[in-house]
């Protein structure tokens, strides 16, 4: 089992970065791989982006390509979310997610283990 925390979210104007973080505990981190998805009030939860188990390939949602990147440092049992230009669509709770799978998915129901969320609100 893995334990997933993540943190970073915040309160940021429109145009402007913010960097998530989440942090593994628990088995290997390297052993899954990882994503990133949001919920807004009222939505469903959103697929962002994922990452494989030793980062070298990744998977964006169309809504964030080019703006947003996902990483991670295995070596600090972490993985990252940079996000720049930031749009108020983009406001939502942040949940990072691991998947024992191999294949890089982003069906919620795919992942194993869930953060508790990271709240970003950007402001127009």
């Known amino acids: 089992q893995v334990q997933l925390v993540e943190s970073g979210g915040g309160l940021v104007q429109a145009g402007g970065s913010l960097r998530l973080s989440c942090a593994a505990s628990?088995?290997?981190?390297?052993?899954?791989?990882m994503g990133w998805f949001r919920q807004a009030p009222g939505k469903e939860r959103e697929f962002v982006a994922a990452?494989?188990?030793?980062?070298?390939?990744?998977y964006y949602s169309d809504s964030v390509k080019g703006r947003y990147t996902i990483s991670r440092d295995n070596a600090e049992n972490t993985m990252y979310l940079q996000m720049n230009s930031l749009k108020p669509e983009d406001t939502a709770v942040y949940y990072c997610?691991?998947?024992?799978?191999?294949?890089?998915?982003?069906?919620?129901?795919?992942?194993?283990?869930w953060g508790q969320g990271t709240q970003v609100t950007v402001s127009s």
């Open positions: 997610a691991a998947d024992t799978g191999v294949v890089l998915t982003n069906a919620p129901d795919e992942y194993d283990y």
């Open positions: 990452i494989s188990r030793l980062g070298g390939r990744t």
């Open positions: 628990g088995r290997t981190f390297s052993r899954y791989a």
